[in-house]
């Protein structure tokens, strides 16, 4: 069936570093993809989303890449910071609200 | 600031009991969504619904109902809990747009 994957389970980071998160999708009938975080005890966060007319979009220290040959999404944080800490996880719809595809989530640890 | 909350943050229930897991939102959102988190699976969808009174399963229906009464309102019910329903249950809400914002989640053991 069709599913949502990250590269990734853990990712580790200096602080002020650049990180990047993946995530490989195989519905090619995809056209809207989102970001969300996730921290501890609490519910997933809105970051930032892209439709599949656009292969980039930036937001407020973070950027969505997205590559419909290969079929893969990236999230880019600048200047990574310790508030940053989170799980990180991507989401894909092809048919609407009710058809959201989540992955399964990447841990960005943020080391000071 | 828009809001979802989920009534309680931690639950622990008994087998067999009957569980409520109460969401409520004030954006006036037509629909809503409950989802279960566990490790490696990532978020699965219970029920969601576009309307009041209006229902429909998600990818994992049994075992669990739902009920909305009230636009803002969207109930999850365990009607015989299992432990295999030891679980974080998220709760959505969206307008037509696709951008969900979710609850804090509720954490719920069955023993």
């Known amino acids: 069936?069709?599913?949502?994957?990250?590269?990734?389970p853990t990712l580790s980071v200096q602080e002020g570093d650049n990180s990047i998160i993946n995530c490989a999708y195989s519905n090619s009938a995809s056209d809207y993809f989102i970001w969300y975080k996730q921290e501890s005890g609490k519910g997933p966060q809105f970051i930032i989303d892209i439709r599949s007319n656009m292969d980039k979009r930036q937001g407020q220290r973070v950027t969505v890449l997205l590559n419909k040959t290969v079929k893969h999404l990236s999230l880019q944080i600048a200047a990574t910071q310790p508030g940053d800490s989170a799980v990180y996880f991507c989401a894909e719809t092809s048919g609407g609200y009710q058809k959201v595809t989540f992955?399964?989530?990447?841990?960005?640890?943020?080391?000071? | 600031d828009v809001k979802v909350t989920q009534s309680s943050r931690y639950l622990v229930k008994r087998t067999?009991?009957?569980?409520?897991?109460?969401?409520v939102q004030d954006m006036d959102h037509?629909?809503?969504?409950w989802?279960?988190?566990d490790p490696g699976l990532g978020l699965r969808l219970i029920y969601f619904s576009y309307d009041v009174k209006m229902k429909e399963k998600g990818d994992i229906p049994e075992g669990y109902s739902v009920s909305r009464e009230?636009?803002?309102?969207?109930?999850?019910?365990?009607?015989?809990?299992?432990?295999n329903q030891t679980s974080m249950y998220l709760c959505a809400s969206t307008r037509a747009d696709y951008g969900y914002t979710f609850g804090?989640?509720?954490?719920?053991t069955v023993v």
């Open chain 1, 103 to 112: 992955g399964t989530g990447t841990k960005l640890q943020v080391i000071p």
């Open chain 2, 30 to 33: 037509e629909n809503m969504f």
């Open chain 1, 1 to 8: 069936g069709e599913s949502v994957g990250l590269h990734l």
């Open chain 2, 16 to 23: 067999g009991e009957k569980v409520f897991l109460e969401c």
């Open chain 2, 70 to 83: 009230k636009k803002e309102r969207f109930s999850l019910i365990l009607e015989s809990a299992s432990t």
């Open chain 2, 35 to 37: 989802y279960r988190q």
């Open chain 2, 104 to 108: 804090s989640g509720t954490r719920l």
